[in-house]
């Protein structure tokens, strides 16, 4: 399998790992480790990228993944601790972490164009699937007011990382 298809299987499987959590709902301390974990492995992806692409453009799409993800983190952790909430690792999270090492191992192979078309694919996967579970399971499951309130503040950010991907996506395709 190609490094840049074995990436995008990854993340296929994190969808069905989404999915599957569902059923049980996550709680409010599991979906505090998804939140980070999530942004996190995008970070990750996006410090790689800052060193391997090749296009101006997508360096910044990269640098951008990595300031407004940050951000997220940064403002998840105050609240978690604010609250007094440890995150609780679950198989969404776990399965979000080892989805990231496996796209980072992949994309670690590869250089110029190829590592651009790649990420840029990682992308619009990956925010397409943090999108999907935003929407259908971490929010409606989100007990508490403040959590379910900073989801919904931090999703326009994750349409519009997709929506920039596509964009990057389809001008890599040209």
């Keep these: 399998m190609k490094p840049r298809y074995a990436a995008m299987a990854g993340f296929l499987a994190l969808s069905f790992a989404v999915t599957s959590a569902q059923a049980a709902g996550p709680t409010d301390p599991q979906i505090a480790a998804i939140v980070v974990t999530a942004n996190q492995v995008d970070i990750d992806a996006g410090k790689l990228s800052l060193s391997k692409a090749k296009s101006p453009d997508v360096k910044t799409f990269a640098q951008l993944m990595i300031t407004d993800h940050s951000g ?3 403002a998840a952790t105050e609240l978690v601790q ?10 969404t999270s776990q399965s979000l972490q080892k989805g990231g090492d496996d796209n980072l191992a992949a994309l670690k ?3 110029g164009s190829a590592f651009d078309r790649a990420y840029v694919d990682h992308e619009v996967v990956y925010h397409q699937a943090v999108l999907d579970a935003v ?3 971490l929010i409606p499951s989100a007990q508490n007011a403040e959590l379910k309130a900073l989801l919904v503040k931090v ?3 994750f ?7 596509k964009h990057l996506q ?3 395709g040209k």
């Design 155 to 157: 999703r326009p950010a």
């Design 109 to 111: 192979k590869l250089s």
């Design 135 to 137: 929407d259908t399971t």
């Design 170 to 172: 389809s001008e890599l």
């Design 72 to 74: 997220v983190n940064k």
């Design 159 to 165: 349409v519009a990382h997709l929506d920039h991907a």
């Design 82 to 91: 604010k609250l007094h909430v440890t995150p609780e690792s679950n198989p």
